[in-house]
C-alpha cells in the first residue's frame, strides 16, 4: 500500500511538476482539466474576497501607492542583520535554494509514529526519485543534540528556546560560530538524498550542528519530499509552507480522530 501511494505520488509529481507552457500549449505534463478548473475557481472566489473586503474598507486596488521608491530608500537605510558583512546562520539558510532538476510540486507524507516513517522511508528507497530532495522531520525529543537540555526534565521546547536565545547560546546553533558546521550538515545530508531520524542526528553530531533546526529550514527550502508524524503536521505551531502545489498524504489515518479529539 506505501509502495502504491509514494509511486502514484511521485510519478505525479514528476509528470506534472516539469510541465512547460510552449506557444499556449503545455508541454512536457500538463495537469487533468479537473484540477485546473477546481484551481481556478478557488482563485476566482479568493478574487471576490479580496474585492469585497476592499469595497467594505471604502478601498480599491487602484488606491494603492504604485510609487515605492520612497519605501525601498527607508530600507535601504536600515541596518542589515549582519553590519560587519560577517555571514550568520540565518543568512546562509535564507540563501537556500532547490535544485534546478527538483519538481514544482512538493509531496507532504505524514503517518502516526516515527516507527511508522522508517517503513515508508524503506519503501521511498525503493524508487526512483534521484532528481528529488526528500527530508524527514521529527521534534526536538528526537533529534536534540544538546545534553542538558535532553536531560532537561521540563518542557523540552521551552529549555531549548531559552537556550537558544541565551547570552551563551547553544554550542550546536549560534548566528555566528555555527555557520561553517551547519554548512557541512546540510552538505552532507543534502548529499545522501534520503535519511532517516538517527542518519539525521548522526550527522549533526559529527558536524556539531543542530539537526532539529537545520532541518526546519532544509524542508521550507530544498525538499520536494516531505516525511513527518502527523502530530507534528497537526499540532505544530511553526508554518507550513503549504500551497496548492502541494500534496498531503496522511497515512494510518484511522487514528487521526483520536488524536484531534
Not at 530600507?75 to 553590519?83: E, G, T, V, Y
Not at 521511498?124 to 521534534?139: A, C, F, Q, W
Not at 537545520?214 to 507550513?240: E, F, G, V
Request: net charge negative; glycine share 6%; aromatic share 6%.
Amino acid at each position: 500500500k506505501t509502495l502504491m501511494l509514494l509511486s502514484a505520488c511521485l510519478d505525479y509529481m514528476v509528470f506534472y511538476g516539469y510541465a512547460v507552457e510552449e506557444g499556449g500549449e503545455t508541454v512536457g505534463g500538463g495537469e487533468p482539466e479537473w484540477i485546473r478548473k477546481h484551481r481556478a475557481l478557488m482563485e476566482a472566489e479568493s478574487n471576490d474576497d479580496n474585492n469585497s473586503w476592499g469595497r467594505k474598507r471604502g478601498r480599491k486596488r487602484g488606491d494603492i501607492p504604485q510609487d515605492t521608491s520612497s519605501v525601498h530608500k527607508l530600507l535601504a537605510m536600515l541596518p542589515s542583520s549582519d553590519s560587519d558583512g560577517e555571514e550568520t546562520v540565518t543568512d546562509y539558510l535564507h540563501s537556500l535554494t532547490p535544485p534546478e532538476t527538483t519538481t514544482h510540486i512538493k509531496l507532504v507524507y505524514a503517518s502516526r509514529t516515527h516507527s511508522q516513517l522508517k517503513q515508508v522511508l524503506g519503501e521511498l528507497k525503493k524508487v526512483n526519485h534521484e532528481n528529488l530532495t526528500s527530508i524527514v522531520l521529527g521534534g526536538r525529543q528526537q533529534l536534540c543534540i544538546n545534553e542538558s537540555v535532553n536531560n532537561h526534565h521540563g518542557d523540552i521546547t521551552e529549555k531549548c528556546n531559552d537556550l537558544v536565545q541565551s547570552e551563551t547560546g547553544c554550542p550546536y546553533w549560534q548566528e555566528r560560530e555555527s555557520v561553517g558546521n551547519v554548512r557541512e550538515l546540510v552538505s552532507r545530508l543534502s548529499a545522501l538524498k534520503t535519511f532517516d531520524i538517527e542518519e539525521a542526528v548522526q550527522v549533526g553530531r559529527s558536524c556539531r550542528a543542530c539537526p532539529y533546526h537545520t532541518l526546519k529550514h532544509m524542508q521550507r527550502r530544498l525538499a520536494a519530499i516531505t516525511l513527518c508524524p502527523y502530530p507534528l503536521l497537526l499540532n505544530s505551531s511553526d508554518t507550513w509552507n503549504l500551497d496548492k502545489n502541494t500534496i498531503g498524504v496522511i497515512d494510518e489515518a484511522h487514528n487521526l480522530q483520536d488524536f484531534i479529539n
